[in-house]
């Protein structure tokens, strides 16, 4: 007989403490604990389900633990930003979205004293210190919606303010700053205090004074390179964002002191023909791959797929200098003028480089494949191997197409072939999986020498090119496998379901276009491919494919698995890249040690704490990467458009909020905004439910999505920013919410204050300065218009 039924509280409170003690804790393991049977686990499923919809939790699955959904993980890497009126210090997550996550939740820092009594309690830090706090999810309590406890002070964050120095004639200077949103506030540098700093410099100043009624002035703090020089617009963003981009001298000294790794307890895959295939332009290999027919006669149609990774843990050593470091960085940097790596160049793109015809150490997977794309099996070996050839994706395509150079046909029938065979019917397991399939083009800067944007390209997505994303999936599919089976510690990634605001943002913009997205029914990848599929070959599709990947959570390094969404996959681990990622480098540790494979593994008694740590710094290191990167870009296209002032581009809309329109340009991808001042003789006003503005007077609308014609008024290239004018008319709105006069909806106006687009009524100075123009239509042509034209 089933026990009575628990309340709400009792359930939440289990959860909690399950998750405290770091153990994962489902439906089951619920339905256990209260002695729930019967009908008990019915009501149990309900209501786990009823705590899903209200955000408490992310799931009644038993095969994947309760995870809140929308909230901040246990552990998280956090800034200190102030004080309350209490003097009690709190702080927010340190790498944080607003665009997409909105306002950052308030942590209250749980006061040292009451944990003076603790050995290893943490100092107390200070305003602007990034630190790595234990969070208690709090209901509300004073504006705080968590309490975080100081398990470590990671370092004081640089409060400082970056821009691009100007020299005056008289000796002193001027500050440009490099933040969008500080655009048009420059600040003054009297003489004497210009330091070292030269016309055109990236420099740190400390600001001295500022008044209500001129700008601030300021100090230069420190020289950090020159753009003139260097010639490299990523320098902004790597002190922007703290990216470590020198090593430090015992790192440097230590990976010099490497050599080679031996063949002692290594098995001699020497004669398999293992290749590496990688983008023309790569400096190190960290992967090979190699396919055959499986000659088990109890397998008919299957093969055999060996995927090697580099050996990098036979180099890095748990808490070298070389250790410290990779973690500190959590990943490469990916820049269009340079690579800031995770490890030494003598590492990377040495010893850990699989190169043709060298000998070099790695871990393989051995992964046996059935002919209907399910894999029967596989098994990991730590490897002698040597690469007997190094293509390009493009060399690869073409061969297998049966028009290859020289080199890449000479192997066509013995090693491509047998791969191309392999992954159709890897391909036929990954169809009936049913992942996640967006289709968006990846725009490629191509440089000049001096570092500019010489032109945009999007390259061809090939078929070789899924060929080792799927082989490397299902490698790393093995590896978190083979670590739970063993019981093993890991670092997962995951990937949570899109929460219901963004669900519910997504249905009010497929609505737009007349798709009804279900209220009903569990939420899979395969419900958004469906959508995918309505849209195929039409004018929407780029745009469509664009919203439904802003609607997708963030991935995820964590120690406890709760599944990879956009994969469908119920276990899913980085292992397939150890010279670029940490969490990587983890699971390869923690594979030699648990399949006895040397003494450099992961060490003896790594905690679930100690991972979940490291986690949660190198997600945050990711999170500053992408930034950075995606930063770089923006201005590297502002610097490409800085002379093309006046001319006119063909786009669509990829955001609207009440200050005005964020535009997305054809071919170059730019990114720009249309303040709503500049959109013609009317008021518009802010329709979220339809995400438009909408004129007052002429109902004239602007919705997400619309295809539109601008000219370029403004570029700001130190900060990425693009200003343009709308040349092509909005669209007549037919349809309007239930008692509502048109553009009379709670946010009627123009630009708004506080906006970083606008000032008061939007027409005051914004990010550009003072408006060009007073007039109500500034700019916009009526008469003689033309017409409108992946981290898994």
Known sequence: MSAPEPSREAILAFIDSEREAGRAVGRSEIAKAFGLSGAGKIWLKRLLKELEEEGETGGDGVERPVHPRGALPPVLLCEIKGKDRDGDPHAVPLEWNAADQGTPPRILIERQREFRAKRNAAPAPGIGDHVLLKLTRLKGVDGYTYSGRVLKVMGKGKAQVLGIFRAMPDGSGRLIPIDKKAQGREALIPRGQTGDAEDGDLVSVALRSESRFGPPEAQVRERLGSLKSERAVS????????????????????????????????????????????????????????????????????????????????????????????????????????????????????????????????????????????????????????????????????????????????????????????????????????????????????????????????????????????FMILANVAAAETLEKAGSQLIYRCHDEPSVEK?????????????????????????????????????????????VLRSQAQAEYVAENYGHFGLNLRRYAHFTSPIRRYADLVVHRALIASQKFGDDGLPRGTTLEALREVSTRISAAERRAMAAERETVDRLIAHFLADQIGSSFDGRIGGVNRAGLFIKLDGTGADGFIPASTLGADYYRYDEAIHALIGERTGESFRLGDRVHVRLVEAAPVAGALRFELLSDGRAVTTQRSGERPGRGPFAGRGRAGSPFGGPGGGGPGRFGPGRSGKPNSGKAKSGKSKPGKRR
């Not at 725009?443 to 090939?462: M, N, Y």
């Not at 913009?509 to 279900?518: E, Q, W």
């Not at 958004?528 to 195929?536: A, E, P, Q």
């Open 235 to 470: 320098l902004i963003a790597i002190h922007a964002h703290g990216i470590p981009h020198v090593f430090q001298p015992a790192t440097i000294a230590e990976a010099d002191a490497v050599r080679p790794a031996g063949t002692v307890g290594r098995e001699d895959w020497r004669a398999l023909a293992l290749i590496t295939i990688d983008p023309a332009d790569a400096k190190d290999h960290d992967d090979a791959v190699h396919a055959a027919p499986d000659e088990d006669p109890e397998n008919p149609g299957g093969y055999v797929v060996t995927v090697a990774i580099a050996d990098v843990a036979a180099y890095v050593r748990p808490g070298s200098a070389l250790d410290r470091e990779a973690l500190e960085r959590g990943n490469s940097v990916y820049f269009p003028d340079r690579v800031v790596p995770m490890l030494p160049e003598r590492i990377s793109n040495d010893l850990c480089s699989l190169r043709e015809g060298e000998d070099r150490p790695a871990l393989a997977v051995r992964l046996v494949l059935k002919a209907d794309g399910s894999k029967k099996g596989h098994s990991f070996h730590r490897i002698l191997m040597r690469s007997a050839a190094k293509l390009s994706y493009q060399q690869a395509q073409a061969a297998i197409d049966g028009q290859g150079d020289e080199k890449a046909a000479a192997i066509r029938d013995t090693i491509l072939m047998p791969l191309w065979a392999a992954y159709g019917i890897a391909a036929r397991g990954r169809d009936g999986r049913q992942p996640l399939d967006l289709d968006l083009p990846e725009r490629k800067l191509i440089l000049k020498a001096d570092g500019s944007v010489d032109r945009v390209v999007v390259p061809d997505r090939l078929a070789a090119h899924k060929l080792i994303e799927e």
């Open 503 to 547: 669900m519910r943002a997504l249905g009010e913009v497929l609505a737009s276009i007349g798709i009804k997205l279900p209220k009903e029914g569990a939420l899979r990848p395969v419900l958004f491919n469906r959508i995918l599929g309505m849209i195929k070959g039409s004018e929407n599709e780029t745009f469509i494919n664009e919203v």
